[in-house]
């Protein structure tokens, strides 16, 4: 079984939000969220006009007639 607990990390150590409720000892994974702002989010749009199709994009390709 795998329960998910939020807390936060500070000065090395976690402190987490509730007590787990286990009889036996699990074995625990550690993920760190980080809310760095430093990192650059992605903006919408970004490769507009980088991007084409040719212009028969959509019509019937020749090796296929045989099947249409």
């Known amino acids: 079984m795998k329960i998910a607990i939020s807390?936060?990390?500070q000065e090395g150590k976690i402190f987490i939000s509730k007590k787990?409720?286990?009889k036996a000892k699990p074995k625990v994974v550690i993920l760190f969220e980080s809310e760095n702002e430093?990192?650059?989010k992605r903006k919408f749009g970004i490769l507009k006009g980088k991007i084409s199709a040719s212009d028969n994009f959509d019509d019937?390709?020749?090796d296929l007639?045989?099947?249409m």
Do not use: A, H
């Open 7 to 9: 807390g936060t990390y």
């Open 20 to 22: 787990p409720d286990f």
């Open 38 to 40: 430093d990192i650059k």
């Open 60 to 62: 019937p390709l020749d």
């Open 65 to 67: 007639k045989e099947y």
